[in-house]
C-alpha cells in the first residue's frame, strides 16, 4: 500500500513564469502564477499527464549534462510520436541539444531554457 501519491513535480528556476510558458507550450496546458515577497510560482496543469510546478530559486545554477560534479538531479522524459518533428518544436522554443545527435536511439536530450535536462523519447 502506498503512504502516498505524486502531487506535482516542482522545478526550481530564475524565472517560473518563463519556464512554465516553454512546458505549457511543450505539453499543453495554461500556466497560473502567484506571486510573494519571496518571488513567483507557477503551476502548470498538464491535460491527461501531471501537474508541474515552477518556482523561484535565487542563486539558481543549472545541471550540466553529464557531469558528475553538477548532477541532473531530475529529468523529465517527454514520450513523442516523432523525434525529428519534437525536436524542431523545443529548439524553436529555447531548449538546446544537450545529446541528441544520435538518431538511431529512441531517445534525445536537451535542457529547458532554465538549463533542466529533458530527453524526448519514442518509446
Known amino acids: 500500500m502506498a503512504l502516498a501519491k505524486l502531487g506535482v513535480v516542482v522545478l526550481d528556476c530564475p524565472d517560473p513564469r518563463a519556464l512554465a510558458g516553454f512546458y505549457a507550450e511543450v505539453l499543453g496546458g495554461t500556466p497560473t502564477v502567484e ?7 507557477a503551476d502548470l496543469k498538464v491535460p491527461g499527464g501531471p501537474a508541474l510546478a515552477f518556482q523561484t530559486a535565487p542563486g539558481y545554477v543549472p545541471p550540466r549534462w ?11 522524459d517527454l514520450v513523442v510520436e516523432d523525434l525529428d518533428t ?3 518544436g523545443v529548439l524553436a ?15 534525445r536530450v536537451y535542457a529547458d531554457p532554465a538549463g533542466h535536462p529533458f530527453c524526448l523519447c519514442a518509446c
Open 35 to 41: 506571486t510573494d515577497g519571496e518571488g513567483e510560482w
Open 86 to 88: 519534437a525536436e524542431k
Open 93 to 107: 522554443l529555447g531548449a538546446k541539444a544537450l545529446d541528441a545527435d544520435d538518431r538511431e536511439r529512441t531517445f
Open 66 to 76: 553529464p557531469s558528475p560534479e553538477h548532477s541532473q538531479q531530475f529529468h523529465l
